[in-house]
């Protein structure tokens, strides 16, 4: 018996192993947290007005900021722009390759729709400063419409960098081997989503 506990105490003690650290994906995270970052610029001043904050409203269209519900609008729109920042969170958190395909399906759509109305806006707002259209019966005027000159240089080029971030986030989760599927899944859905806006349907 002595013998058999000495034998049993000369054993080392087989501690579980911890389990291995999942490698960070730097690219990944660079994306995610640019994502995270740009969508709450965009954020802050909706809430802002959201809140019931009055300065900035030039760069807003007179008709849109007179309107009864547009603090609630800028609430609703608040809590919109704070998705892209926690998918940029909830995608670091599962990892690149292991995301789940829901997570991917909301940045395509996300990726679509941000692009797609930041390609389309720009392209109208320069076609209203150019004298092409005119705004709301009249010929464009800095002096009157100021938020034409926002619109184009502001808020639609933050669309489309936010569609573009949304995609390479997206591209930073799948597998090597598959990114070429996922440019052209997001090519084909900006593509469809900009025909929205040609055909009258803005998103």
Same mark, same amino acid.
Request: glycine content about 10%; aromatic content about 8%.
């Given at each position: 018996?002595?013998?058999?506990?000495?034998?049993?105490?000369?054993?080392?003690?087989?501690?579980?192993?911890?389990?291995?650290?999942?490698?960070? +994906?730097?690219?990944?995270?660079?994306?995610?947290?640019?994502? %995270?970052?740009?969508?709450?610029v965009y954020l802050l001043p909706h809430l802002y007005w959201g809140l019931g904050g009055t300065t900035g409203l030039s760069a807003v269209k007179p008709s849109a900021s007179a309107l009864?519900?547009?603090?609630?609008? +800028? *609430?609703?729109?608040?809590?919109?722009? %704070?998705?892209?920042?926690?998918?940029?969170?909830?995608?670091?958190?599962?990892?690149?390759?292991?995301?789940?395909?829901?997570?991917?399906?909301?940045?395509?759509?996300?990726?679509?729709?941000?692009?797609?109305?930041?390609?389309?806006?720009?392209?109208?707002?320069?076609?209203?400063?150019?004298?092409?259209?005119?705004?709301?019966?009249?010929?464009?005027? %800095?002096?009157?419409?100021?938020?034409?000159?926002?619109? *184009?240089?502001?808020?639609?080029?933050?669309?489309?960098?936010?569609?573009?971030?949304?995609?390479?986030?997206?591209?930073?989760?799948?597998?090597?081997?598959?990114?070429?599927?996922?440019?052209?899944?997001?090519?084909?859905?900006?593509?469809?989503?900009?025909?929205?806006?040609?055909?009258?349907?803005?998103?």
């Amino acid at each position: 018996m002595d013998h058999q506990a000495r034998i049993a105490t000369d054993l080392p003690l087989r501690t579980a192993s911890p389990p291995p650290k999942r490698a960070t +994906n730097p690219t990944l995270v660079a994306f995610a947290s640019a994502l %995270a970052v740009w969508s709450i610029v965009y954020l802050l001043p909706h809430l802002y007005w959201g809140l019931g904050g009055t300065t900035g409203l030039s760069a807003v269209k007179p008709s849109a900021s007179a309107l009864p519900e547009w603090q609630a609008i +800028n *609430l609703a729109a608040s809590g919109v722009l %704070a998705l892209p920042a926690l998918l940029a969170v909830a995608l670091v958190a599962v990892g690149a390759g292991t995301a789940k395909s829901g997570l991917l399906l909301v940045s395509l759509a996300g990726s679509a729709i941000a692009t797609s109305h930041g390609l389309y806006g720009i392209v109208y707002r320069s076609l209203m400063v150019a004298g092409t259209i005119d705004v709301d019966g009249q010929t464009f005027d %800095a002096s009157r419409h100021g938020w034409v000159l926002w619109d *184009l240089l502001v808020f639609e080029p933050w669309f489309l960098i936010e569609g573009l971030l949304l995609a390479c986030t997206g591209g930073a989760v799948v597998a090597p081997q598959s990114r070429r599927r996922w440019v052209l899944a997001c090519t084909v859905s900006v593509a469809m989503a900009t025909l929205t806006g040609v055909v009258g349907i803005r998103i």
